[in-house]
């Protein structure tokens, strides 16, 4: 088909540029980019090795989300760093965490939270054993 006739004219420095583009977009279609993170195996129920997290960590962001799913109005609440929550491992390996926030209560009232957590991990998943509001 003869482009020319009817009425779509380039001139041969573009006609140069949507080869070259087509040359890229079938380069890129053809030979992916790899990923520049490593991914998680979790088939075994352990991640890849070199990415594993302490497991306080896991229970502190465990019991800000149980935490969170109790909130009046979850949309307003204003967590402190999951960093700063202090934590304590019991012997039958259960985690105390306190979590401390500010949130809108029922009647509108921005009130500062202190909740003690307890979580308990069961293979892959946390499970809260209990919240308890200070």
Not at 72 to 84: I, M, V
């Amino acid at each position: 088909m003869n482009w020319n006739r009817i009425g779509f004219r380039l001139g041969r420095r573009w006609k140069l540029v949507g080869i070259a583009a087509m040359a890229v977009v079938a380069y890129m279609v053809f030979f992916p980019a790899k990923p520049k993170h490593e991914v998680i195996d979790l088939t075994d129920g352990r991640p890849a090795p070199g990415l594993t997290m302490p497991e306080h960590d896991y229970a502190r962001t465990a019991c800000k989300e149980f935490v969170r799913e109790t909130l009046h109005d979850a949309a307003s609440a204003s967590f402190e760093p999951t960093s700063g929550y202090s934590w304590k491992k019991s012997k039958d390996g259960t985690y105390l965490v306190q979590v401390t926030l500010r949130a809108r209560n029922g009647f509108n009232a921005v009130r500062h939270i202190v909740v003690d957590c307890r979580t308990k991990q069961e293979r892959l998943i946390w499970l809260p054993l209990s919240l308890k509001e200070h």
